[in-house]
T-cell receptor, first 112, second 116 residues
């Protein structure tokens, strides 16, 4: 079945460091890919998405590129801030379905 | 505009009791989803409504779980004879579900259910 694998956390970085959170997927058909973020005490928020191969989603300085050849959708940010501390979830949905398949989440902690 | 709202935000109950969790989707969203998020895990799909009908309830873990959406807006997730293993955060999401669109789901803040 379809699945999403994320790198395990927690990830601890200093402010202004470069961030990569790895996400790979297994899917039948052509999935859409998403990154959601969950800040402390808040609900899941869509961070960015990509709907076809080679698409790049971006928002708030975060980027992720849909790589069909490596079945990956890694999240990157060039310079993290303390306010980026949160749990990040990679997710997919495939054509003809509606359910999201989520990864287990990666906790990011950014230190001042 | 208003996002997805869920009530209560926290629910503590005793094993064997019945609980209802409510979701109020974004106005105009025809699709509604319930997920369950256990500690340290990603959300797992429970059920999907398109309008008033449950289009897919394949994620409901057993027949103690039931959900309704009688008027195509607000939905209630009902859990009978609760067990300690039901403790989790229950998330609701809604979407426009436009034809041909790779849908984006918008999530509520969740209801944290604790079964003692």
């Amino acid at each position: 079945g379809d699945s999403v694998t994320q790198m395990e956390g927690p990830v601890t970085l200093s402010e202004e460091a470069f961030l990569t959170i790895n996400c790979t997927y297994t899917a039948t058909g052509y999935p859409s890919l998403f990154w959601y973020v969950q800040y402390p005490g808040e609900g899941l928020q869509l961070l960015l998405k990509a709907t076809k191969a080679d698409d790049k989603g971006s928002n708030k300085g975060f980027e992720a590129t849909y790589r069909k050849e490596t079945t990956s959708f890694h999240l990157e940010k060039g310079s993290v801030q303390v306010s980026d501390s949160a749990v990040y979830f990679c997710a997919l949905t495939t054509s003809g379905t509606y359910k999201y398949i989520f990864g287990t989440g990666t906790r990011l902690k950014v230190l001042a | 505009g208003a996002g997805v709202s869920q009530t209560p935000s926290n629910k503590v109950t005793e094993k064997g009791k019945y609980v209802e969790l409510r979701c109020d989707p974004i106005s105009g969203h025809t699709a509604l989803y319930w997920y369950r998020q256990s500690l340290g895990q990603g959300p797992e799909f429970l059920i999907y409504f398109q309008g008033t009908g449950a289009a897919d309830d394949s994620g409901l873990p057993n027949d103690r779980f039931f959900a309704v959406r009688p008027e195509g807006s607000v939905s209630t997730l009902k859990i009978q004879r609760t067990e300690r293993g039901d403790s989790a955060v229950y998330l609701c999401a809604s979407s426009l579900r436009l034809a041909g669109d790779r849908d984006t789901q918008y999530f509520g803040p969740g209801t944290r259910l604790t079964v003692l």
